[in-house]
């Protein structure tokens, strides 16, 4: 079954500790993986498009990087602002259409 | 340029009722998606328009149905609510939709800020 996953649900981090948001698919013909930021009573606001296994995008702390299984969301020294739900999603052919299929996000809380 | 709006912000309806829901897209975007976020299923697709016509649709009752209009403004309807239907609905626009779109070619989503429906 073609699933986005995200890991972990929840992540707390004291300011300035950089980690990782991981987002694992298995999805076949796999078009785009876009990853968004969502702040609490908001739409999602777009982030990144990543397309090739290897390709890298960068955004003042925030890095994201893809694999062909994968894609991993870098947050080097972060700040309290960035506390938002992190989501990704995969465009990709699911019964016979191109879709977008989201995962159900990383709530990432920065302590000052 | 002007993001996406959605109008209204908040709404509160019985069951039974039915609501509609208006997206307007950003300027020069002619596809629009409609999303549901619930806390327990996430974000789930409704269906996409692009040039007036249902291009996509995701397995949602035959109650939510939607249009897309010549100047690419939706709108969302859902008919005899149910308490589950209690929801953030979202919009979101691009240039290209689904089928058009490929390997370097934008297919960008950019969401409006949602309405909040409480079905009660």
């Known amino acids: 079954e073609d699933q986005v996953t995200q890991s972990p649900e929840a992540l707390r981090l004291q300011e300035g500790e950089s980690s990782s948001l991981n987002c694992s698919y298995t999805?076949?013909?796999?078009?785009?993986l876009f990853w968004y930021r969502q702040d609490p009573g908001k739409g999602p606001e777009f982030l990144f498009t990543?397309?090739?296994a290897g390709e890298e995008k960068e955004k003042e702390r925030l890095k994201a990087t893809l694999t062909k299984k994968e894609s991993f969301l870098h947050i080097t020294a972060p700040k309290p602002e960035d506390s938002a739900t992190y989501l990704c999603?995969?465009?990709?052919?699911?019964?016979?259409?191109?879709?977008?299929?989201f995962g159900q996000g990383t709530r990432l809380t920065i302590n000052p | 340029k002007a993001g996406v709006t959605q109008t209204p912000r908040y709404l509160i309806k019985t069951r039974g009722q039915q609501v509609t829901l208006s997206c307007s897209p950003i300027?020069?975007?002619?596809?629009v998606s409609w999303y549901q976020q619930t806390p327990g299923q996430g974000l789930q697709f409704l269906f996409e328009?692009?040039?007036?016509?249902?291009?996509n649709k995701g397995n949602f009752p035959g109650r939510f149905s939607g249009r897309q209009f010549s100047n690419s403004r939706s709108e969302m309807n859902v008919s005899t609510l149910e308490l589950g239907d209690s929801a953030l609905y979202l919009c979101?626009?691009?240039?290209?939709?689904?089928?058009?779109?490929?390997?370097?070619?934008?297919?960008?989503?950019?969401f409006g800020p949602g309405t909040r429906l409480t079905v009660t």
């Open positions: 990543l397309y090739s």
């Open positions: 979101a626009s691009s240039l290209l939709y689904s089928g058009t779109s490929g390997r370097g070619s934008s297919y960008e989503q950019y």
């Open positions: 999603a995969v465009q990709a052919r699911i019964q016979g259409a191109q879709k977008l299929v």
């Open positions: 328009y692009f040039s007036e016509t249902q291009r």
């Open positions: 300027s020069g975007h002619r596809s």
């Open positions: 999805v076949s013909g796999l078009r785009g």
